[in-house]
């Protein structure tokens, strides 16, 4: 029997990037979890960096091999490759509403912001 690729979903426990983790268990896709321990220096190591240069958590590494660096990207990724789990509006007007005020709000992950930041500083 042939078996289902997984993606690799690049995480830190109790992170932002649990928000994506949920998600991917909301549309029971199929990953293997790989754990960034961002206190002990992980996410800047050269071999997560080749993956991710800004060294940041989450990633999501697709089957093709590549990968998604950024929390907003891997939602609206997820929402579009997988209708099924209505994680957004169907109506393409709604779902541009959802999404626009949503970049500001604390459920779809802020750019700017990363309480973690200030341990590299
Ligand atoms: N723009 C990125 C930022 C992600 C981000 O800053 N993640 C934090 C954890 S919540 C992080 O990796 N911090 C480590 C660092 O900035 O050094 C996103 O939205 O995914």
């Known amino acids: 029997m042939a078996r289902r690729m997984a993606m690799k979903f690049y995480m830190t426990p109790g992170s932002c990037s ?9 549309l029971e896709l199929p990953f293997e ?17 080749k993956i991710n240069p800004r060294g940041t958590i989450p990633t999501l590494v697709l089957n093709d091999g590549r990968a998604l660096t950024d929390f907003k990207s891997i939602a609206l990724w ?13 109506d393409p007007a709604l779902a541009a509403r959802a999404v626009a005020p949503g970049w500001r709000a604390p459920g779809w992950r802020g ?10 500083a």
């Open 18 to 26: 649990t928000g994506i983790h949920i998600l991917l268990e909301t």
């Open 33 to 49: 979890v790989w754990i960034i321990n961002i206190p002990a220096g992980d996410h800047l190591r050269p071999e997560y960096l």
């Open 78 to 90: 997820l929402a579009e490759t997988h209708p099924r789990g209505k994680l957004l509006p169907e």
């Open 111 to 120: 750019a700017a912001w990363s309480p973690m930041r200030a341990w590299r």
